[in-house]
């Protein structure tokens, strides 16, 4: 089957989304991070557009990454010499082995946009792509609109990619700039693009406005495009890029096309959600094949086929992803959705004990707790049905004030008493809250019996307000989430009272740290 050649632009087209901004170090990390997962190009920004990036690439190309690094622009002013142009120049001394060219491919952008001739534009490209392969550069041209273009004007559009072949472009990278086009649409357009033009190495670039972004990248493969751009995770400017954490797995695993070796194809689970993290964006749950919940199961008839042969419910084996298989554990939940997360867990329950949990559950959810984000607080019932387990503190009693005082504002304390082996534990604490306080209070508490708790930190306190039903006389559910290094977890609580709500899910999450760090 013929490689595919991936070219990521989350550096450039990415950044542009508008809740992303990347400093040089974030930059470099990324580029780093791409290169050893085995991604064949690289767009690292556009030169000369600002400081940050000048930086960026003289300190990439000292870097020596195994992967070809571009640099993006466009063709020269009309009217004007590309020696002349600040743009041009920019890119070469950028230093990449690769540049990419923008150029228009569609007539209407020519006259509307450049405010040139059609035949001024065709010498724009042709004069600009000869330039920069002259000093020694690949080239790929990236036609601009080239779909509406086609369709508007396809003899001007193909004279676009003509005058970048003529000059001796490398690549001709069809941009679906819009993101509007259809994937029947796509394939069609390109095979005659293919056919039009023998030989042509051909590239897509696509944006993903109808939610088709990897589908037609996908469907311009089927019609002989061999090189897609994309960005890690789908950013981009509008809706987004295509995402190639999607595309990746989709070429190799479903097409049968050669991109990656089989090992860094299980890198692409972490890949995805690094560069979330570097960005600083919540990496998405439900990303096909990367996300948290991509092999997530909740219906107990899916998790009883699964236990029986994990084909039935899933299309792929997430290990070939560096992704897991998971149990999602709720009311709808069957004795199979238990056993199944206890067995990922390490712990073997047999079936009279995953009944037991399935029915604590089932009750609890009836008076306002949730499970699926808690996963924390379901492990814990698991410990907690070992005859050998003693839970590491008992809570005696615990006090929460908050109030206003003079000059100081808004202010909460808490006192907690708690048991710990024979030890009677009383402190108190002050915070900007009363769950921060009870939880400050909580920690000093146990911290001298379990050191390892000073490692930990509150990270997230959500609150939802529950209608209220005869049927449970809980109204309030808190999730609290904690971290310690890159360990994180979240706990569930529900009460009518939302102190005692906290107080629950504060307190498993104490214990569960225990468990998972070590007392």
């Not at 097409?255 to 690094?274: D, N, Q």
């Amino acid at each position: 089957m013929t490689s595919i050649l991936l070219y990521d632009t989350t550096l450039r087209d990415g950044s542009q989304r508008e809740d992303i901004s990347l400093s040089v170090e974030d930059k470099l990390t990324i580029a780093h991070r791409l290169a050893a997962f085995g991604m064949h190009y690289i767009e690292c920004g556009w030169p000369g557009s600002n400081p940050k990036d000048a930086e960026f690439f003289a300190r990439a190309n000292r870097m020596r990454l195994p992967a070809r690094l571009a640099a993006f622009g466009r063709t020269r002013h009309a009217d004007a010499r590309c020696e002349d142009d600040a743009n041009l120049r920019a890119l070469m001394d950028a230093g990449t082995p690769a540049v990419t060219l923008v150029g228009k491919s569609w007539d209407y952008h020519v006259s509307h946009v450049l405010k040139t001739t059609p035949e001024e534009n065709l010498a724009m490209i042709r004069d600009s792509v000869a330039w920069i392969k002259e000093r020694g550069r690949e080239v790929l041209f990236d036609a601009e609109h080239f779909y509406d273009g086609f369709l508007a004007n396809p003899d001007y559009a193909l004279a676009t990619l003509r005058a970048a072949a003529q000059a001796g472009a490398d690549w001709l990278v069809l941009c679906e700039t819009n993101g509007g086009k259809l994937p029947w649409e796509m394939e069609a357009i390109t095979r005659e693009v293919a056919t039009r033009l023998p030989g042509a190495r051909l590239g897509v670039h696509c944006h993903n406005d109808t939610g088709c972004a990897v589908a037609n990248s996908l469907a311009a493969v089927r019609a002989g495009v061999t090189l897609v751009q994309g960005t890690v995770n789908g950013y981009g400017e509008r809706v987004g890029n295509a995402d190639l954490v999607t595309i990746l797995p989709n070429l190799q695993l479903k097409m049968g096309h050669e991109v990656v070796p089989e090992e860094g194809l299980r890198e692409l689970t972490s890949l995805s959600r690094f560069v979330a993290e570097v960005v600083n964006l919540k990496h998405d749950d439900h990303q096909p094949y990367t996300g948290h919940s991509a092999f997530a199961h909740k219906g107990g008839i899916h998790v009883a086929a699964i236990l029986k042969s994990p084909d039935t419910y899933q299309h792929i084996d997430p290990e070939r992803v560096g992704n897991e298989m998971r149990s999602v554990t709720s009311e709808l939940s069957g004795r199979g959705n238990i056993q199944l997360q206890a067995r990922r867990l390490g712990l073997d329950l047999d079936n009279e004990a995953a009944q037991h949990v399935l029915g604590q559950i089932k009750h609890l959810e009836h008076e306002g707790f949730t499970f699926e984000a808690a996963e924390a607080s379901v492990e814990l019932m698991f410990h907690r049905l070992d005859p050998a387990y003693v839970r590491p503190f008992e809570l005696l009693d615990y006090f929460v004030i908050t109030e206003r005082r003079h000059g100081r504002g808004l202010l909460a304390e808490a006192t907690v008493k708690v048991r710990v082996g024979d030890e009677v534990k009383f402190t108190a604490a002050e915070g900007n809250g009363p769950v921060n306080a009870l939880a400050t209070a909580l920690q000093n508490a146990l911290v001298d019996a379990y050191p390892v708790l000073r490692t930990l930190h509150l990270t997230d306190y959500k609150v939802r307000i529950l209608a209220g039903t005869a049927g449970t006389a809980a109204n309030t559910r808190v999730l609290i989430d904690f971290q310690s290094g890159e360990a994180s977890w979240t706990t569930v609580g529900a009460n009518a009272n939302i102190i005692d709500a906290s107080w629950r899910a504060l307190s498993d999450s104490m214990e569960y740290a225990l468990v998972r760090l070590g007392a």
